[in-house]
């Protein structure tokens, strides 16, 4: 653990200060995870317009008020504890979590600014990094200091993502909430991610996500961590964490994400592991978050299939298919051209953000690797493949892991192998990964110690997240 001398009685925190930054903290994350967080498809980031930034065209990004709240929330916290004479006691979180992702970090920020010397570096792309991580450590910092009520937070983001992604999977059509960032989506549309359903184009659940993938990369690691924060919660608490992680099953079940689903099981089954261990003597009163949450999760699969079958054939089976063909083709080519161009600028990379062009000298149709740690390596260097390995192997590397810390490590696992085969999470690039990147490594660093509990009145404090 990374910390400042503690005292030995933390002061109080009551007031209205600590509740501002709670709620401040509370809504940002809930509308930027539960609605669409990429401010260029519109959404909750543009309304009430304060700025225009410069985009990645020549169109600009609009910025509304909400982009308020983390400043409000971040100064009313470090206010509250300068008031209460708790700013000394300030932890930095666990060392083998915060150390590798500081260093990414400080890479991404030096690859960004090394040509500005020559006067080629690009002011929105420093600005918007430095956005990306204060979001980042500031969302981290917090939860591991501040042990603050995350259930209420993870269950609105879950149940509206659930709601929408199940309607347009349903009624095969976006539901017309667009204000809130929703995609236009029409299965017959080129560019549309569908799968096939003997010979139709079935629509794949976006719920508020620039894609399905997207979305089941934000449901795996919120579904998970209701197993880290429940597991000394009361019964009540526990019983509507399990309802969100069915509900939130459900979800992903619609984006048809062959491999969110199989990373979520890595987890579900290291969560398994203490129980089928130990049986009652660890985890009484059944496996984690009760028999009932595993029941219905088995029944919505069966269900699932028998009624959709035929478009999980489609997605899992059938690869011949155009669809997955190209899909198929796409993923090999560009792993190849990530290789070549580690191979090629191994110590440097090609610079954050550059990864595109870098790869389209070799093929003009290449797309982004579908691998963080390719991109991080062809990007920032082999420099920054060794950071995330030890970012991943950190916490997983200490006594109990597979014991009284396996929720922890299962939400750990799960959450960076999603990146093994997808865009994120990729904490340099994308808004919602760096929220998500603070949430799951604030979870995990938080096991390696106790700090203090926020509270936001003067009442008995409800158990913790």
């Known amino acids: 653990m990374i910390a400042l001398p503690t005292e030995d009685k933390p002061p109080s925190t009551s007031g209205w200060l600590p509740r501002l930054a709670y709620y401040s903290f509370a809504v940002y994350l809930t509308l930027l995870l539960g609605t669409n ?260 999760l088995l029944l919505m699969a069966l269900f699932f299939l028998a009624v959709y079958g035929d478009a999980v054939v489609g997605r899992v089976a059938h690869l011949e298919t155009p669809i997955e063909t190209r899909s198929v083709n796409e993923r090999r080519r560009d792993t190849a051209i990530s290789l070549q161009l580690i191979a090629a600028q191994p110590l440097a990379g090609v610079g954050l953000g550059n990864y595109l062009a870098a790869a389209r000298r070799y093929d003009p149709w290449a797309g982004l690797v579908h691998a963080v740690p390719l991109r991080l390596a062809a990007e920032l260097g082999v420099a920054a493949l060794a950071l995330w390995l030890w970012l991943v192997a950190g916490p997983v590397l200490r006594a109990g892991a597979l014991g009284r810390f396996a929720p922890e490590t299962g939400l750990w696992l799960a959450f960076w192998s999603l990146g093994l085969l997808d865009l994120a999470p990729n904490p340099l690039v994308e808004l919602r990964s760096a929220l998500l990147v603070g949430l799951v490594a604030a979870l995990v660093a938080r096991s390696a110690g106790r700090p203090r509990q926020i509270e936001l009145d003067s009442s008995p404090t409800p158990p913790a997240a």
């Open 37 to 296: 967080s990429v401010a260029e498809m519109g959404g909750v980031l543009t309304w009430w317009p304060l700025w225009r930034l410069p985009g990645g065209s020549n169109e600009p990004v609009i910025i509304g008020a909400l982009s308020l709240l983390p400043p409000i929330s971040a100064a009313a916290w470090l206010a509250a504890r300068v008031r209460g004479g708790g700013l000394r006691s300030l932890s930095w979180g666990w060392g083998r979590v915060t150390g590798p992702l500081l260093g990414l970090a400080l890479l991404g920020l030096f690859s960004t600014l090394r040509l500005c010397p020559l006067g080629s570096c690009s002011p929105a792309a420093v600005l918007r990094l430095l956005l990306l991580l204060i979001h980042l450590f500031w969302v981290y910092l917090y939860v591991v200091n501040e042990r603050v009520d995350l259930l209420p937070i993870i269950a609105v983001v879950v149940l509206a993502q659930a709601a929408v992604a199940v309607g347009q999977f349903v009624g095969q059509r976006d539901l017309g909430l667009q204000f809130l960032g929703e995609s236009a989506l029409d299965p017959q549309v080129s560019g549309i991610s569908v799968v096939m359903r003997g010979a139709a184009r079935w629509l794949r659940g976006y719920g508020f996500a620039t894609h399905p993938n997207a979305l089941a990369g934000t449901l795996v690691p919120l579904m998970l961590s209701l197993f880290v924060i429940s597991r000394d919660a009361t019964r009540a608490r526990r019983g509507v964490a399990a309802v969100v992680v069915a509900i939130g099953f459900a979800a992903l079940l619609t984006t048809l994400s062959r491999w969110a689903a199989l990373c979520l099981g890595l987890g579900l089954a290291i969560n398994l592991l203490p129980w089928l261990r130990d049986g009652r003597r660890s985890w009484r009163g059944g496996p984690p978050l009760g028999w009932g949450v595993w029941a219905a």
